[in-house]
């Protein structure tokens, strides 16, 4: 596949502060980034090539997917509720500690296979592991203030 050659070039630093990279003009086809450590010498000698890099998965990334899991009950997501006790990311492997507000919820195993395909569905994620978990035992007190009052709890 032909790609025209850079037309001109700007060092620039990633705005979420993760790696630098290079942005080249190419005349008919808009703006390619190269990241700085991995096209950098191919830049300099006329590369071809883009750069198409995932970002890092982040805690963050994890707990918005887990917004859109709702607690059938309540009607209101995972993190809302405060049932998203723990998320551990290794590499792009990601387990996830949740919990329920019963024990006796009839579809837990819906809730945690939910919770799976939802982070599976954040780019960059790897293997996916969502545990459910009693201890402690989820109380109101883990919504936040606000809720809790718009709630009546």
């Known amino acids: 596949m032909y790609r025209p050659e850079p037309a001109g070039c700007e ?3 990633d705005p979420r502060g993760l790696r630098p990279f290079i942005r080249c003009t190419f005349l008919s086809d808009g703006w390619r980034i190269w990241t700085d450590d991995r096209w950098r010498g191919d830049h300099q000698h006329g590369a071809r090539r883009i750069a198409s890099e995932a970002m890092p998965i982040t805690e963050k990334d994890v707990r918005s997917a887990l917004k859109g899991v709702k607690d059938p009950e309540l009607g209101l997501d995972l993190v809302v509720l405060g049932l998203v006790y723990d998320v551990a990311i290794s590499d792009a492997d990601v387990k996830a500690k949740i919990s329920l507000t019963s024990p006796l919820c009839p579809v837990a195993g819906q809730i945690v296979e939910d919770a799976k395909k939802a982070i599976e569905g954040v780019e960059g ?4 592991e969502v545990e459910l978990t009693f201890d402690p035992p ?3 007190a883990r919504i936040s203030p606000l809720v809790r009052a718009s709630l009546g709890l």
């Open 11 to 13: 060092d620039l630093a």
């Open 125 to 128: 994620a790897g293997k996916v």
């Open 138 to 140: 989820w109380t109101p």
